[in-house]
């Protein structure tokens, strides 16, 4: 793990610094690296708006890998880990776990499968279509590239790279999932065959490796079978596959901290490959994952009691979410109430503390103020009815986007 953040601090791309980029300024940046010997770029389709897809193939080795990012054209953490791992695999020439991978792996790498999405930072390609929904039609020129790459090179494994939303928590009641992990079901009933028990151990792999980093923050996705989706037809196809959502961390709005966790974790799962050392992982360290819970608020305040003015104050908790959740800006009323049962990113107790809801959060009219659910969520938390007491916190509604 620390050699693998060693080399994500090392090797970064410094032209990339945030997660929006178009297609154009991802391959300047990384043009120095790919135009080196040691890395071949190829063509293999075209998007719908003609924007050239491209792979980057690194070694020569018996065992190939395939591993492709931003099929979802918002979706751009691994897509700037990839970067940082073509210029460590370009400049790293007497690192030995970069000689393992060039002499045991062939690598084959598409990152930003979806350049006409990543020019409008948006999910879809420019008909509108989910590509990770594409699979079985394969009527995008996106998802034919794909699945003709697949076809040509016959990968042994896969790598499905996503990122997903904030508001998830690893498990009921657990903390925001920085990294989610699923070895995709390539049927209904979910078995595990050669396959996709391969795909297990690697995800095991990933999860011990970021397990001290990202203590309590690693979740299992939903493995429910999807006969649309990339990932559960590639294990159906034969290619031992995991899929990597990165979700969100603390104070890392940009995802530069998740970066540098999927190059760790993507140098690790492909050391552990070249070396077949996966084959001896605990699957456990897997399949002991919490689930992905979708859905929480971002701030709970519980336990106080909401002051309007000219009201008496009533017993009841707010529920925000943020307009942005990876920034955390913008917080608005969600739900005000008995809130006991809603989980939340971070919660704030409130107990024997009074919530004065600001002008920006309250709606005036002749017959009085109303607090209104989705109203700017500007709240002070005093110690007193009185909106003269003691000031204890303050939620500024006027976060900036
Ligand atoms: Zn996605």
Redesign the pocket.
């Known amino acids: 793990m620390s050699h693998g953040l060693r080399v994500a601090e090392q090797y970064r791309v410094a032209a990339i610094t945030g997660r929006r980029f178009s297609q154009e300024v991802y391959w300047r940046a990384i043009q120095p690296s790919i135009s080196s010997g040691g890395l071949r770029t190829d063509e293999v389709g075209r998007s719908l708006q003609g924007r050239p897809i491209r792979s980057v193939t690194f070694g020569t080795g018996s065992t190939t890998v395939l591993l492709w990012s931003?099929?979802?054209g918002d979706?751009a953490t691994a897509t700037m880990a990839l970067g940082d791992i073509f210029r460590f695999l370009a400049e790293a020439t007497s690192d030995p776990l970069r000689e393992r991978l060039r002499e045991r792996l062939t690598i084959v790498f598409v990152p930003m499968l979806n350049p006409d999405g990543a020019e409008l930072f948006q999910?879809e390609n420019a008909a509108g279509i989910d590509i990770?929904r594409d699979a079985r039609q394969l009527a995008t020129p996106e998802g034919r590239a794909l699945k003709g790459l697949r076809d040509r090179i016959r990968p042994d494994f896969g790598f499905n790279l996503?990122?997903?939303g904030a508001r998830v928590l690893a498990g009921p009641r657990g903390r925001q999932v920085g990294i989610a992990l699923l070895a995709p079901p390539f049927s209904n009933d979910r078995r595990y065959d050669d396959v996709r028990a391969r795909a297990r151990l690697v995800a095991a792999v990933i999860a011990h490796t970021l397990g001290d980093e990202i203590s309590g923050r690693i979740a299992r996705y939903d493995d429910t079978f999807n006969p649309r989706a990339f990932g559960d037809l590639m294990q159906q196809w034969g290619t031992s596959t995991v899929l990597i959502?990165s979700g969100a961390l603390p104070d890392d709005p940009e995802k530069q901290r998740l970066r540098a966790l999927n190059v760790a974790a993507l140098l690790a799962a492909l050391d552990a490959i070249a070396t077949g050392s996966y084959a001896s992982v605990n699957p456990n360290a897997y399949e002991s994952l919490p689930g992905n819970r979708g859905g929480a608020s971002d701030v709970l305040i519980v336990g106080g009691q909401v002051v309007l003015p000219g009201m008496s104050p009533l017993r009841a908790d707010i529920a925000l979410t943020y307009e942005d959740a990876l920034a955390r800006t913008g917080p608005r009323v969600r739900d005000v109430g008995d809130l006991r049962e809603v989980v939340a990113i971070d919660t704030i107790d409130a107990s024997g503390l009074f919530l004065h809801p600001q002008p920006p959060a309250l709606t005036t009219g002749s017959g009085g103020v109303w607090l209104r659910l989705g109203a700017p969520a500007a709240i002070d938390i005093r110690r007193g009815a009185d909106a003269a007491s003691e000031l204890v916190r303050s939620i500024v509604a006027s976060g900036e986007r």
């Open positions: 931003q099929m979802h979706e999910r990770n996503h990122d997903q959502e």
